[in-house]
């Protein structure tokens, strides 16, 4: 079994800033990558940040200047920092990780329960 925990979500203001946590536990063998997803009601999940392994990154559009992506390889965790906070960043978060598993060895998506990130205006 493989578990994501998220933490950090919340209320914060327009403008504000949070960090987000994400850590992977369980019989791991190796993350090929991380990321957090959103989903807004009556919208699709998407796509805010993701890194890989060796440190690449990747944006979407809407938070790249704002939102800052990096991990903790030997803690399996990785992080979301989230400044000048808009109420359209407002959603529910997920955390994603690519994962190995030890035994049966085999490769998939992992996801965390959510955390709900509230922006008041």
């Known amino acids: 079994q493989v578990q994501l925990v998220e933490s950090g979500g919340g209320l914060v203001q327009a403008g504000g800033s949070l960090r987000l946590e994400c850590a992977a536990s369980g019989s791991i063998f190796s993350i090929d990558a991380m990321g957090w997803y959103r989903q807004a009601p009556g919208k699709q999940r998407e796509l805010v940040a993701a890194?890989?392994?060796?440190?690449?990154?990747e944006y979407a559009d809407s938070v790249r200047g704002r939102f800052t992506i990096s991990k903790d390889n030997a803690k399996n965790t990785v992080y979301l920092q989230m400044n000048s906070l808009k109420p359209e960043d407002a959603a529910d978060y997920y955390c994603?990780?690519?994962?190995?598993?030890?035994?049966?060895?085999?490769?998939?998506?992992?996801w965390g329960q959510g955390t709900l990130i509230t922006v008041s205006s």
């Open positions: 890194i890989t392994s060796g440190g690449s990154t």
């Open positions: 994603n990780a690519r994962v190995t598993r030890r035994w049966p060895r085999s490769t998939f998506d992992a």
